[in-house]
């Protein structure tokens, strides 16, 4: 039996509704990251985030329920990008060490591996430079979106790079100078972003491409295989 024009008619219309608030959404959330990563939660205006994004007012606490919500979608908006990226390597990682008889250079195998593959992201994505503004500010100055980004994704990844290290090194990932270690891990890398102006001041470059991606690559490598051996002895 063919459905009722009148019934087509409403489904195409509910369609187009879902895509137009679909569509909003993102719009907030891309005009929400910029003025969030400038000015931080207090400084950044909702009146001007609506301007950005060419909505109404009221679509923030229409889409989000108001400022933090919005603020925390942006948080979510940077996990989903970052974890659609590097997310199946994790898990996949964080199985084999949950699960297998990981030896340490196997080990570091994977820690070579998530390492080259964070720097690509970090570093090569067209979208890093403009989340690196609103993490940088939850790092230094935390709101409830921080527990968006850790929970979603920096806590865990740290988690496993920390085991990583302990099973490459044969320390216990308890150990706080072990923990410490995984940070100054990724310092190395973080600091190619957050340092941007200085890095290209110093090294002339104008933007992270292959060829200097894969210089950052063989530093970091040739650090952590350092790390390693050091923790070793």
């Known amino acids: 039996m063919m459905a009722a024009p009148e019934n087509e008619g409403r489904g195409r219309k509910r369609a187009a509704s879902r895509r137009s608030a679909e569509e909003t959404r993102r719009r907030l959330i891309d005009a929400g990251l910029d003025a969030f990563g400038r ?10 985030i609506a301007r950005r994004a060419d909505v109404n007012l009221a679509a923030i606490p229409y889409h989000f329920g108001g400022k933090e919500g919005l603020h925390k979608a942006v948080a979510q908006h940077i996990v989903d990008e970052v974890r659609g990226r590097l997310g199946g390597l994790i898990d996949e990682a964080t199985s084999s060490l949950d699960t297998a008889d990981i ?15 964070a720097t690509s992201v970090i570093l090569g994505h067209p979208e890093a430079s403009r989340w690196a503004p609103f993490v940088l500010r ?3 100055d935390p709101t ?11 806590g865990r990844a740290h988690v496993l790079i920390t085991g990583l290290y302990a099973r490459a090194t044969g320390q216990d990932a308890a150990d706080p100078k072990v923990v410490a270690g995984a940070f100054a891990l990724l310092g190395q890398l973080v600091i190619f972003r957050v340092g941007r102006a200085l890095v290209d001041r110093r090294l002339g470059w104008t933007a992270y491409g292959p060829d200097e991606i894969a210089v950052i690559s063989t530093i970091l490598r040739t650090n952590l295989d350092a790390m390693i051996e050091a923790g070793r002895a």
């Open 103 to 117: 030896d340490p250079e196997q080990a570091r195998s994977m820690l070579h591996l998530i390492v080259e593959r």
């Open 138 to 140: 939850e790092q230094m």
């Open 39 to 48: 000015f931080g939660f207090d400084g950044a205006s909702t009146r001007d």
């Open 144 to 154: 409830p979106s921080f527990a968006v980004l850790y929970d979603g994704f920096m």
